[in-house]
């Protein structure tokens, strides 16, 4: 049991550490669309994350849920950004601000649960790849 | 050990939607392109929506057996 609560935590650490690390080797963004893209990928791995925290047990099915409706506001926010990309960039630009910020804080309270549960984890609310680039 | 494979393959795919996003960025600049093509946005899209699911069915998965935090020790 104990095992695999250190397994499951090593993922998610491994998890927030390759969305985190650009210096990685990941090519930077160089393009707003490139920057969305790397959006969506910090999205996927806040849902993964959660994924993981939801079967450990560091987080409710309640929580879970409260984060998958966060994430789902915030892929709202991706969608349009993606939608009005090339039409209106201002606007796209701020709808990316809002779909990061809530991502940042979505990842921040999955890893306070992982660490709650396991002080020791490695759980880094990670800046998105390429974003601030 | 299901559980090992399930942990296995969601660090597999966040680690890949990460690299894949930076496979596309390169293979643009070597092809001198800016903008995606609708193909590498529907890898992009489609790696999320699995994501989501893989947290639904978790998060399903959990609310069924609420009581089981802890598995059951045989």
């Known amino acids: 049991m104990k095992r695999r609560l250190r397994m499951t935590f090593a993922a998610v650490a491994l998890i927030a550490l390759v969305t985190a690390c650009a210096a ?3 090519a930077p963004a160089q393009t707003f669309e490139q920057k969305l893209a790397y959006a969506y990928t910090a999205h996927t791995a806040v849902l993964n994350t959660a994924a993981v925290g939801v079967q450990s047990g560091a987080l409710t099915g309640g929580d879970g849920k409260n984060v998958l409706n966060g994430a789902d506001n915030a892929r709202a926010f991706l969608d349009a950004a993606h939608a009005t990309m090339d039409t209106d960039t201002a606007t796209a630009a701020g709808r990316l601000s809002l779909a990061t910020s809530i991502l940042t804080q979505l990842q921040s309270f999955v890893c306070a649960a992982i660490k709650k549960k396991d002080p020791t984890a490695i759980c880094a609310p990670p800046p998105l790849p390429g974003a601030s680039s | 050990m299901n559980e090992a494979l399930i942990l ?8 890949q939607s990460i690299s894949v996003v930076s496979g596309i960025i390169t293979t643009m ?3 001198n392109r800016t903008k995606m093509t609708p193909d590498e946005w529907k890898i992009v899209l489609g790696n999320d929506d699995s994501a989501r699911a893989n947290l639904v069915n978790a998060i399903a998965a959990r609310m069924a057996a609420p009581s089981a935090t802890p598995p059951a020790t045989a």
């Open chain 1, 24 to 26: 990685l080797g990941f």
């Open chain 2, 8 to 15: 296995l393959q969601i660090l597999t795919q966040s680690a």
């Open chain 2, 29 to 31: 600049a070597q092809e």
